[in-house]
C-alpha cells in the first residue's frame, strides 16, 4: 500500500528527533540512483523541520556490472566513496549522516564513524518503514539484550531440524540495531531491532541445518528443502544437501574468495511488527528485507565479511540467513527456545 508524503514526513521526524537531531547541527543525506525517491523528499522536508543544516551528496551507482542482482546487500565492501575524498570529507564533517545507499561494510563508512558522526542506515520500501518505525520500547528490548551478549562468553544453538553450533564470542563487538542513532560515532538502522555479535576467530563449529521454511539472504527465498552446513575452525566446510544447497554453493563459489567462507554475525531477532511471512508477500527488488533479518525470536547468522566490526575480511560475498524455532544460549542461559525470546526483559 501507497503511503502519504504527511505519514512519512512525520515518521522522520520522530525518527530524526529519537536520533537528538537539533537545529544547526550538519546532516548529509547520501543518495543514489537507485535511493527511494519518497524517502529522499520526505526527509528533506523532516531535517528542514528540525533546524538541521541539510547536504545532499548523490553518488554515482557502482558494482551494477559485477552483482549478480540488484539487492543492495548482493554485493558489498567496495562502495562509491572509495577514492571519492571529497564525498568522503563531507560526510566527516557531518554530525549525522543519513545513507539511502547502503555504505555498510565498507572501510569507508567505519572512517566516518570514528570522526564521531552518527550514522543512519534507511533504504527499506517506505510501507515497511513505517510499520516497523522504531520505538523507545525497540529500543529497550535491544539494549537489555546487547547488555547480556557483552558480558558473555559462549554462544550455542540448537534446533530440532539438526543445528548444533557452538562458538566463543567476546574478541569483537556487540552490534545492536534498534531503529535510530542516539549516541555520537554510533551506527544505525531504520527498519531493525536485533543484536549480534562475531564469533572469535577459529572458534565456530558443529553444524547449522537451514530447514525448510527458513530464508536465505540476499537470495530473497525460503528454502524448500533442508541445507547442512558444515562449519570447523571458524569457517564453512560443507554445503550438503539438494538444489537448495547446490544453488548456495554456486553462488558462493562465483565469487572466488576464500573469505566467503568465514562464519560472519550471529544475534537473534527483537522485533515485534517484523514477519517471517512478509518476504513472501513482495518483490525480491522492493528492498533489504529486514523483516527476515530481525523477526522476534529468529536466529540469524551470517558469513563473509567482518569490516562491520573492524575486522580485516573485506569479501563483496555476504550471506544473511535467518532460523526459525532454534534455541539459542549465552553461557548456558538460554535467550530464545524454539525461537520464542525468553528473558522477560527481552519481551
Ligand atoms: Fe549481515
Not at 46 to 56: E, K, N, R, Y
Not at 243 to 257: G, T
Request: with cysteine; net charge negative; proline share 5%.
Amino acid at each position: 500500500m501507497a503511503i502519504s508524503d504527511l505519514a512519512l514526513i512525520e515518521a522522520w521526524k520522530d525518527v530524526l528527533t529519537l536520533s537528538k537531531l537539533t537545529a544547526g547541527e550538519q546532516v548529509c543525506l547520501l543518495v543514489s540512483d537507485d535511493s527511494n525517491p519518497q524517502l529522499v523528499a520526505t526527509v528533506r522536508t523532516a531535517v528542514g523541520q528540525l533546524g538541521g543544516v541539510l547536504t545532499i551528496l548523490h553518488l554515482p551507482p557502482l558494482n551494477g556490472d559485477v552483482a549478480l542482482s540488484r539487492d543492495k546487500s548482493g554485493y558489498v565492501g567496495h562502495t562509491a566513496l572509495k577514492g571519492n575524498r571529497a564525498a568522503l570529507e563531507a560526510m566527516k564533517h557531518s554530525d549525522l549522516v543519513i545513507d539511502t545507499m547502503l555504505l555498510l561494510f565498507s572501510p569507508e563508512q567505519d572512517e566516518i564513524l570514528k570522526t564521531g558522526a552518527r550514522m543512519l542506515l534507511a533504504c527499506e520500501p517506505p510501507e515497511v518503514m513505517l510499520r516497523m518505525k522504531p520505538t523507545l520500547d525497540d529500543a529497550r528490548r535491544a539494549g537489555n539484550a546487547a547488555a547480556r551478549l557483552a558480558k558473555a562468553k559462549t554462544l550455542t544453538v540448537t534446533s530440532k531440524a539438526g543445528t548444533d553450533f557452538r562458538c566463543s564470542i567476546g574478541q569483537y563487538p556487540v552490534l545492536k540495531q534498534q531503529g535510530f542513532v542516539d549516541t555520537r560515532g554510533g551506527w544505525d538502522h531504520w527498519p531493525s531491532c536485533f543484536v549480534a555479535t562475531w564469533p572469535d576467530e577459529g572458534t565456530c563449529e558443529g553444524t547449522i541445518v537451514i530447514d525448510t521454511g527458513d530464508i536465505l539472504l540476499p537470495f530473497k527465498r525460503y528454502a524448500r528443502e533442508p541445507i547442512r552446513i558444515g562449519i570447523e575452525g571458524g569457517w564453512i566446510r560443507s554445503i550438503e544437501g539438494g538444489f537448495e544447497a547446490e544453488y548456495l554453493r554456486s553462488y558462493m563459489e562465483s565469487f572466488n574468495d576464500p573469505d566467503a567462507y568465514a562464519m560472519a554475525h550471529v544475534g537473534w531477532g527483537l522485533h515485534k511488527r517484523a514477519h517471517w511471512t512478509t518476504l513472501g508477500l513482495y518483490d525480491r527488488e522492493a528492498g533489504l528485507s529486514m523483516d527476515a533479518r530481525s523477526f522476534w525470536g529468529n536466529f540469524l547468522w551470517s558469513s563473509g565479511p567482518n569490516t562491520e566490526a573492524g575486522g580485516t575480511r573485506n569479501t563483496p560475498c555476504h550471506m544473511d540467513i535467518p532460523l526459525r524455532g532454534c534455541s539459542l544460549s549465552l553461557d548456558g542461559e538460554p535467550m530464545t527456545i524454539d525461537g520464542k525470546v525468553i528473558p522477560e526483559d527481552q519481551k
